[in-house]
């Protein structure tokens, strides 16, 4: 996949002036040795000039991991730390950084006398001063460890720092306002700036000009018979193929000649009202590749959609996708397929839709279809560009970043899975499985306001997700989940 972050780890050890120095060396080295055995040696660097005792130090190991090329940061305690150095590092890198801490030994380095580290002791003082100084930085829920214990601690960090990196470098690209109705997709853009995240707010005409420019553009044939293999047996309307390649060109080169100073880039896009009768198509397909590609593209303008397909794509490493939390499960195929077969009542499943904008590597099966819904009131042959078929099973991760009306970061997470079972409807499609999710629907999606579009990981990330929200500044009371049966929600009624 193209636009998506990679990072290198600075692995910093640190060490209180008046311990051994041989036992943050030796514990770094181990460290570094665990983490290549099991993992991507390219995703660390070992700062080898010295361990940071001083400010001195701290600032010529800044230099070296800077000169790396590391855009994430992990300070390693092999003995109790100096506090003020260890958490000055944090504050002057610029990037994601982690805590972790060695664990005692008795078989090596002097056991518990002279081999004795307390870095259990020392990552109380760092996460005070981190604290003191405002400084971000992951601590993972037990930090202290063995050198292999750390290397997989540092390797689920992997994630959690590209995705903050990611984030520090993105631009969302929108065109047009979102449409009459959908005020829902509408939230302030400040707290994305707060993010790092640039904003480009463009103008439908301004995409229309730059789609009208690219007709007869050299490359369109080359795209229609890339669609045309993709789809295979579902190519059904073959002959909107080359009006749809002229759009993806379009959004392409605008990408390249507006990305700027920005690494990453998410589109939200317009599809509708006026769309279709302009362009002579909707860009539900167009839609569905470029996310494919890692370029995540919302529907609606859904800006906040947009960011949220981003964070999925970098803590999956797959595509994602974008869809309504659209209807109830009728009772006939609930008992018909799912009841005694799997563990869910019939206030846990729902359909997730969207008219076709899920990539084709997410679908059981899929065809080139029109918009039934646009359909209804508009010409057939300007709606037509969606791709159709049942969304894949398995698990899933169903999550959403958001602003509120006055600005606050909330967000949610809760994992489930797609069922195997046929949705005999329309669009792309799943039957959505989420333990609990009928309280979760009425007392986090509707009692928090929450928009209809979710995004859509295929896997279960919600230790990341929740991890990344917390680092961003999403307040832990503000991070909802699908809470069990035992565990009642604030606003639950008690005597239900």
């Known amino acids: 996949m193209n636009n998506m972050p990679k990072v290198k780890i600075g692995i910093v050890a640190v060490s209180r002036d008046c311990f051994p120095e041989e036992l943050s060396v030796n514990r770094r080295k181990a460290l570094v040795e665990a983490y290549k055995a099991k993992y991507d040696a390219e995703e660390i660097y070992e700062c080898p000039i010295c361990i940071v005792e001083s400010e001195i130090h701290m600032m010529q190991a800044l230099e070296d991991i800077k000169a790396a090329g590391c855009n994430a940061l992990c300070v390693y305690l092999g003995n109790f730390g100096p506090e003020i150095a260890e958490t000055l590092l944090a504050k002057y890198f610029e990037g994601p950084k982690m805590f972790v801490a060695a664990a005692e030994e008795t078989s090596a380095n002097g056991g518990l006398v002279q081999g004795r580290g307390d870095a259990y002791c020392g990552m109380l003082n760092a996460s005070y001063n981190l604290k003191l100084r405002n400084v971000k930085a992951y601590i993972p829920e037990y930090p202290v460890g063995t050198a292999e214990e750390c290397a997989d601690m540092i390797h689920e960090f992997v994630p959690i720092a590209k995705a903050v990196y990611g984030l520090e470098n993105l631009k969302i690209i929108g065109f047009g306002p979102r449409p009459l109705n959908f005020l829902a997709c509408n939230a302030p853009i400040k707290q994305l700036y707060n993010l790092g995240v640039e904003i480009e707010e463009n103008s439908e005409l301004d995409l229309f000009e730059a789609f009208n420019k690219h007709a007869g553009d050299e490359r369109i044939p080359a795209v229609v018979a890339d ?52 362009f002579g198509f909707v860009p539900c397909y167009v839609n569905s590749r470029l996310t494919k590609m890692g370029i995540p593209v919302s529907c609606e303008v859904d800006i906040y959609g947009a960011l949220s397909e981003f964070i999925g794509t970098v803590v999956s490493n797959d595509t994602v996708t974008l869809l309504d939390i659209n209807n109830s499960v009728p009772a006939d195929i609930y008992n018909e397929d799912i009841a005694g077969k799997f563990d869910y009542t019939q206030k846990d499943i729902f359909m997730g839709f969207h008219c076709g904008n899920t990539a084709s590597s997410k679908l059981a099966f899929c065809e080139m279809k029109n918009q039934m819904i646009m359909a209804r009131s508009l010409p057939e042959e300007v709606t037509n560009g969606t791709l159709e078929g049942d969304i894949i099973p398995g698990e899933i991760t169903f999550f959403r970043l958001q602003s509120t009306a006055d600005a606050k970061l909330r ?82 009624n008690p005597f239900c």
């Not at 209809?452 to 503000?478: M, N, T």
């Open 227 to 278: 669609m045309a293999a993709e789809l295979g047996a579902g190519n059904k309307k073959p002959e909107i193929l080359e009006k749809l390649a002229q759009y993806e060109l379009t959004l392409l080169d605008w990408v390249e000649a507006h990305k700027g100073s920005r690494k990453y880039v998410a589109i939200a896009g317009k599809c509708w009202p006026a769309f279709q009768t302009q």
């Open 411 to 492: 967000a949610y997470i809760a994992q489930g899975e797609v069922l195997p079972v046929r949705t005999r409807s329309f669009g792309a499609i799943g039957i959505f499985a989420i333990p609990e999710m009928g309280r979760f629907y009425r007392h986090v999606l509707i009692e928090k306001n929450y928009p209809h579009h979710g995004a859509v990981a295929f896997g279960h990330f919600g230790k990341i997700l929740y991890e990344v929200f917390k680092y961003i500044g999403v307040d832990y009371k503000e991070i909802r989940f699908n809470q069990p049966k035992e565990m009642r929600y604030i606003t639950e």
